[in-house]
């Protein structure tokens, strides 16, 4: 009987796997998904090093004035006393925007492309995976928490505290460097580009990345170098994916004479 048993649940998962492997929508919703859930409970799982990601944000920043591109505090300034809605507008964005728009752009990609969504994927997970990494060897708090002039725009304009020493955070709060929002938003930026048809939603696409990177930094959650390192993350992943992982197929000639053959056969003999 217990013999019995163990076929039968054998069969059962078995049958399972045959179902799942002819549903190739429902297997890339539970990758992308468990990718996510997984990069998440990471983030969690590692603990905040308060002393060390103080001092690492002071490198970023002094590195920043040394190269004369620390313009984190006059970007806030000038968003808070010309344009404090659109500042909230921001927050509700960083909050929660950039996470639903890259969501369905990964859902538009693949309806679009199913190699394209194939390498696109691979490349987001990568950057992710070399993030971990870095937030857990290099601990950076975002500059609203490094004491370096910047306010938390979050939480003084819409009460939303993304964590502090003081509070529970939604997620690790010492995990500034790198900026997947900046690395994530070349990335929908690049897919956008390369398989939209309409030239407005590319132009969009292009305009995308400076929007997020202005967010980013006006609402004080990182440092204009955190965004640089984000987009190198971000190339790291796609260099993975295409090279390593196999990017998109190219139509061999082979394929491409097939594919003209195809309606000249269908049915019958070539004529």
């Known amino acids: 009987m217990a013999m019995l048993a163990t076929r039968l649940r054998i069969t059962r998962v078995a049958g399972v796997w045959s ?4 549903r190739d929508g429902l297997q890339q919703i539970l990758i992308v998904v468990g990718g996510f859930e997984t990069y998440e409970a990471m983030r969690h799982f590692i603990r905040p090093n308060w002393p060390a990601a103080i001092a690492n ?37 960083y909050f929660v925007g950039h996470f639903l728009l890259t969501g369905i752009f990964f859902f538009w990609l693949y309806h679009r492309s199913r190699d394209g969504f194939r390498s696109f994927r691979n490349a987001f997970l990568v950057a992710s995976l070399i993030a971990l990494f870095m937030y857990w060897r290099f601990p950076t708090a975002p500059p609203r928490l490094a004491d370096v002039g910047l306010d938390d725009t979050l939480r003084t304009l819409s009460n939303i505290d993304i964590g502090s020493r003081h509070s529970a ?39 995308y990345p400076i929007v997020v990177v202005l967010t980013i930094v006006v609402t004080g959650n990182h440092f204009i170098l955190d965004a640089v390192a984000g987009m190198l ?30 309606p000249a056969t269908r049915g019958g003999a070539v004529r």
Do not use: C
Not at 181 to 194: E, K, N, Q, T
């Open 19 to 22: 179902w799942l492997r002819r």
């Open 57 to 93: 944000a002071h490198r970023v920043f002094d590195f920043e004035r040394w190269g004369h591109f620390a313009w984190e505090r006059g970007l806030q300034r000038l968003f808070l006393d010309g344009v404090p809605d659109l500042v909230q507008a921001m927050n509700l964005f």
């Open 169 to 207: 955070a939604f997620s690790n709060p010492v995990a500034a460097v790198p900026s997947l929002h900046a690395g994530w938003a070349v990335g929908v930026a690049l897919g956008v580009i390369r398989y939209a048809r309409s030239t407005v939603l590319k132009a969009l696409a292009a305009v």
């Open 233 to 262: 993350v971000m190339a790291v992943g796609f260099m993975v994916s295409f090279r390593l992982l196999g990017g998109p197929r190219v139509p061999r000639e082979s394929d491409e004479t097939v594919a003209i053959l195809a």
